[in-house]
């Protein structure tokens, strides 16, 4: 347990409760380059690969392993007591401690391999999904248009499960820039049977947008289109299911 000498912020207009309440918006989580992630599992795993900046915990709440680490590599942390650290999270039920990570802001920097480049994915929970997945696949990058929703918003993050920490995502990526020596492969239902693809090197897999699918000018550049066979009385998978079975392909 914490040092119970510790003084526990229990005011909402505390510095450090505003402050960290603010990067709950977008806004503020770019300007001052830090995302959240929630939970016990998550902050434990994420030592193991990355420091965090700063973490709030939740009074009476028994995370003893976590603040051992925390203390010994003098990692900054505060109690709160339970109404002002449920200001903090987003989650209607708030697990009791929360990390304040950098934003590693990575550069594509294109190499042999397999990747799948998501097409303004909109659900966080998709997106989420889908890194994890790409982590248990071994897929070399996730890489994200313009037009998805933010990688580091909680609810993305918390649906990686601690896989954001351990797997390269890169976000804002044209494909017109970073095409070449890759096949792109769009899913479209005017494609080829998934089953009769047989080479997936060097490929990026582009998974298209719930509502709309593969935007017209990826179709128009794409090398292959590939569709997943389906009962005919069902037209579309949810984006993350769809991605799943597209990196169970190109890694079977």
């Keep these: 347990m914490y040092n ?113 480049y998501l097409d303004g994915v909109k659900d966080p929970g998709n997106i989420g999904t889908i890194i994890r997945t790409s982590e248990a696949f071994g897929i070399d990058g996730v890489l994200l248009s313009s037009e998805c929703a933010e990688l580091y918003s909680p609810k993305v993050v918390r649906s990686t499960m601690a896989s954001i920490f351990r797997t390269k995502v890169y976000s804002d990526i044209n494909l017109m820039d970073i095409r070449n020596g890759f096949k792109i492969i769009c899913a479209d239902l005017k494609g080829k049977n998934i089953r009769e693809k047989t080479d997936w090197d060097d490929t990026i897999v582009v998974i298209g947008s719930e509502a709309q699918g593969v935007s017209k000018e990826i179709l128009e550049i794409c090398d292959e289109a590939v569709l997943i066979p389906m009962d005919k009385n069902i037209d579309s998978l949810n984006a993350a299911v769809a991605a799943s079975l597209f990196m169970y392909e190109m890694t079977k």
């Design 4 to 116: 119970k000498i510790m003084e526990i912020i229990k005011s909402r207009q505390n510095k450090k409760a505003k402050y960290y309440r603010s990067l709950l918006q977008k806004k503020y989580r770019i300007k001052e380059n830090l995302f959240l992630a929630e939970g016990a599992v998550v902050i434990r795993e994420a030592l193991d690969f990355v420091d965090p900046k700063y973490v709030a915990i939740e009074d009476k709440k028994d995370f003893g392993e976590i603040i051992n680490l925390l203390e010994e590599r003098k990692i900054p942390y505060d109690i709160y007591d339970r109404e002002v650290f449920e200001t903090l999270s987003d989650t209607k039920t708030p697990q009791g401690i929360i990390g304040y990570f950098e934003v590693e802001n990575k550069t594509f920097e294109p190499k042999p391999g397999k990747y799948l």
